[in-house]
């Protein structure tokens, strides 16, 4: 049974930093790109950043570049996002997603939530 379960959300207040971390069970984790979503009231949910299995390839919507960094561990199977330097508009629900061609999962979500 494919789990993902996230953590390390919370409040913050802007210019703060926060880390996200992804717990995975249930497959083979190297062979899987893992990807940090979000998603805020009102908007679609969107791809924050992301990494290929064996962690050579990354990639992050312009928004959070030079602030946010995601990593994986493949001997704990976990994956996290460092987000650094945090503003109002980072105020989302973060998803964990596992991806392996046409296979995809999730996780139930953190909130982030980034106010004074």
């Known amino acids: 049974q494919v789990q993902l379960v996230e953590s390390g959300g919370g409040l913050v207040q802007p210019g703060g930093s926060l880390r996200l971390s992804c717990a995975a069970s249930?497959?083979?984790?190297?062979?899987?790109?893992m990807n940090w979503y979000r998603q805020a009231p009102g908007k679609e949910r969107e791809l924050v950043a992301g990494?290929?299995?064996?962690?050579?390839?990354?990639t992050y919507v312009d928004s959070v570049k030079g602030r946010f960094t995601i990593s994986r561990d493949n001997a704990k199977n976990m994956v996290y996002l460092q987000m650094n330097s945090l503003k109002s508009e980072d105020t989302a629900v973060y998803y964990c997603?596992?991806?392996?061609?046409?296979?995809?999962?999730w996780g139930q979500g953190t909130q982030v939530t980034v106010s004074s």
């Open positions: 997603n596992a991806r392996r061609v046409v296979e995809s999962h």
């Open positions: 249930g497959f083979i984790f190297t062979n899987y790109a």
């Open positions: 990494i290929s299995s064996v962690g050579g390839v990354l």
